[in-house]
């Protein structure tokens, strides 16, 4: 599809009323903003293959090496609808800058870290200038294309989330075998440095607009994962009946419930809660909640089982993992199309499913067991079907309902995908503790039989959830 024209003039677009003149800088903006947003999606997967590095450098054990997947994710997803009503209140280009500038500063303080205070931290901080970032980023590419173009950009923006999931897992390989798993980190500083020197030159700044801001909300819900990531995670350690773990487990859901009724009495809430009455947006979240804890659990799962107890280098692992990274971008392509002809049902039920069927032989695995025979197919089917699911989620949420609707619906749905990361590999982690401790295969066969169960009964509820009908495939509004 070819450009239009720049034009000098507002121009009129059937539908949509007037626009401004197309900015002739709007393509290099595009390639600045999808560049920052890289970094972010690249930084929830990249630090995977780098973990077992980290612990024998930091002597970190299994708690704080969940942390330093879950403290990224938890911060980013909890404090992300806050961030998008920053850039309403400030504007767009400066929630972005500040963002950055946080984020490029974190990254440099965890490349740093000499201790797990401080890699946690720092991976904390890098969340909180995530959550700042990405929706101005997103606010800035909604409004600086107009019409077909703004699909287009918009399509870009969508192939960044599975082009940093497969990059992650092999640059991360790469940097660690390399120059050093800091390198993860440091590199995030010259092209954070480079974008927050472009950005001004290439993104106009816009007038703020009227907003309220929901800080009780966004700390309550942040506040309530994180506890209950804590009590998932103590419960691999202390078993489910230990006093702290249950204590930390009903304090979460307290918390959810303060949230709950915090989002109803405020004016403006962070969350609309009325938009889970929707089914497209409740069937939405549930599958992005569960596609992202399924694809969080096996990079998590795989990249510390291959190097402990395979005995795989880094760069290996990348490599084993990269085709499964692949596999989410074609899985994710193919529902894209079959969506809009099969329906939402029934690409989510059979992604799923397929997601359960490609488990089952990593459950099965034994110490005898080929990881390019066994291992590798298993992993790449069900990175297929999670692929699937991922774009089926959204779709659900932002095509089936009402147009008016979608900025919320699209908030509400990547908050999920966040919360999902954080959580599969907090429980994960809990249920393959002895293995991660003991460098035994047992424990991870465990957790990966626990994603296989939880991928089938994703499909069971799919089935009953997620609408009939074929969602209005558009151009909405979406994180990654």
Known sequence: MPHPPAQDHPREVAGHGLHPPADPRRWAA?????????????????????????????????????WVVTAYTLTFGGLMLLGGRLADLLGARRTLLAGLLLFTAASLLTGLAQNAGTLIGGRIAQGVGAALLSPAALAIVT????????T??????????????????????????????QWIFHLNVPVGIAVLAAVPALVPARAPRPARLDVPGALLVTAATGILIHGLVRAGDDGWSDSLTLLALAGSLALYAAFALTERATRSPLM???????????AGSFLMLIATALLIGFFFLGSVHLQQVRGYSPLGTGLVFLPAAVAVALGAHLASRLVGRAGSRACAAGGLALAAAGTVPLALQTAGSSVYGVFLPGLVTASFGV????????TTALAMIDHREA????????TFHEVGASVGAAVVSTVAATGIAAGALDGFTDAYALLAVAATAGALVSLALVPRGKPRLTGGPHVH
């Open 152 to 181: 287009r950009a918009l399509g870009v923006w969508a192939a960044i989330g599975g082009t940093g999931s497969a990059a992650g897992v092999l640059l991360g390989g790469a940097l660690t075998q390399g120059p050093g798993w």
């Open 143 to 150: 409004t600086t294309f107009h019409g077909p173009e703004r």
């Open 272 to 282: 609309d809660l009325r938009m889970f009455t929707r089914r497209p947006v409740l």
């Open 407 to 414: 900025g919320l619906a699209s908030g509400v749905v990547n």
């Open 30 to 66: 595009l390639a600045v903003i999808c560049l920052a947003q890289f970094m972010l999606v690249l930084d929830v997967t990249v630090v995977n293959v780098a973990l077992p590095d980290m612990a024998a450098d930091l002597r970190l054990d299994r708690t704080a090496l969940t």
């Open 387 to 394: 692929g699937a699911v991922f774009v089926t989620a959204t």
